[in-house]
């Protein structure tokens, strides 16, 4: 689904080659950080495909090559390095003296089970949410956390598709979340198909929406969990989490395990891709809406403290302050209740 | 100047009837508070200009219907009430055997002078709010408050303008401001033509440059401020001020007396213009960015509460909370020192 063509058209894409991928990726056609796991996934299977020489030698050489450089499609979100590694992982578990065409099918298998896994995790991750909530309440979301970021169900959106499926009744804000109106765009298209009472706001407007009372909880996805329990996701978010918590509203992160990196111990070892200036200058018409030469700064992401975070929804349990120690445990250990 | 046209092109209307006017109003051709309200002031002068009968009951009718039309032109702004209110002193204080000529001659004196006024106002906020600032500092401002917005200097960028003469070297960041952009269009326009170091920012960015520790002050203009401190302002106004206070950047609201109106309690009075959806749905481009048929929410304002406000630069002094004393002291008492 090309989503740069939403809401206006909904149109595919049949991409057979990883160039295509990586391409799809870098220009946000497929986005949302589970669904770009999941590109970049199957790129590396289409690149063993096209692979011109069978050794091993030759795979081997290729599939680290590809690898690196789909990581470097997105830098911000945590998921394409971490499909990209489980694939990985079941490459390098391979008998050297494995075919190719046996090489494509168990990462074709993987790529798979990385799939079906991950539309398992939006269920699990929207009855744990839509615990939370309750019927008839207003809640405020930003950017797309949606089905069509992920396998199936979404990550923030999962427990509004659930609630609406269970007649929960929820009217749900959505702020557009320029620069590139995921909100408008996406999230207003995916809640509208859905039959969800849905109303859509600028970026601007949610702090009178939340001083308003009308919400009762603001629900957001994101791109990197840090040990620390630091959110990095779309720009936008930190400046909700603090409205959330003036006007006394939870703020709750999605997170599937697969977002979360132990390994970067803070948000500020977090990179924050900055985008292209024309993306603020020129909206979508290619008309300029700034004058010319102007300085911009276009951060695609930003980073939320953990004290600002009411609780991290994931797909193996529901995280409360402090953080640190619950996200070793969905990451290393049993499964919590 | 139309500023409609901004960035891409510097075009002046030439208006001769009150009814050019308000549909400038209306459609923000004129905007800012303060030129807004020096427009209805010349929009009656067009009124007496072209009403058909020169007896005074005649120009009695025909002042009062423009006075009520051109008020409810926009709402929330106060300067445009307080401005006709100025002009009808003028007209009901002449004598009732005045001549047509004599009652136009009046009113364009008394334009001309609210003009002259508002262009030595725009010099005390300079002034008064250059006090509260350090050369160097990054300073983050929304919406245009700027020279463009008055006749003179401007109320929130008046500041900035002076400090860049005296050689201050302010880094300034303009809030693009969702959804007319008048951030981008417009305050990136006036800062750049006036050699200012500017950065533009999607409104969502501001969260994390305050986090950053950049932005040393917060400065915003306004369109009305209650007896209580509550401050009207361009929607995204309290989201800023809400950063601010958790940031702790000190959070400046210039307010020319004009804005001030004591019949106000509190801004829970202020009504707040709900504009067109479309504003939000189709950017300029007029292509939709949204869903057709989708539900949309645009204040085109938002209040923020005293609570959040570091000071009220005025005309007549800088305010400090609590606001009520100072505030009736400014309007009715002796200028401050």
Redesign the interface.
Known sequence: LDQTQL??ATSFLRLKKPEGVERAIRSLQVRGAPAIGLAGAWALVLAMVQEPGADRQTLDTGFARWKARLAGARPTAVNLAWALDRMAEDFHALDPQTSRDEVIATLTRRAQSLQADDAAVGLRLAEAGLGLLEPGWGLLTHCNAGAIATAAWGTALAPIHLGQDRGYGFRV?A?????L?QG??LT??EL?KAGVD????????????L?SGKVQAVLVGCDRVAANGDVAN???T??LA??A??FSVPFYVFAPVSTIDLSTPTGAQIP?EERDASE??T???R?????????????AF??TPASLVTALVTDRGILRPPYPAGLQEVVHGPALP
């Open positions: 809401p206006g804000w702020d557009e979340t320029r620069p109106l408008s765009r207003a298209w509208q849905l109303t859509l706001i600028c970026d601007g407007a949610a702090a009178s929406i001083a779309k720009v936008g930190l400046g603090v409205l918590r003036h924050v603020v200058t909206l979508f018409s008309a300029p809406v700034a004058p010319a030469g102007v300085r911009v700064s276009n951060p930003d980073i």
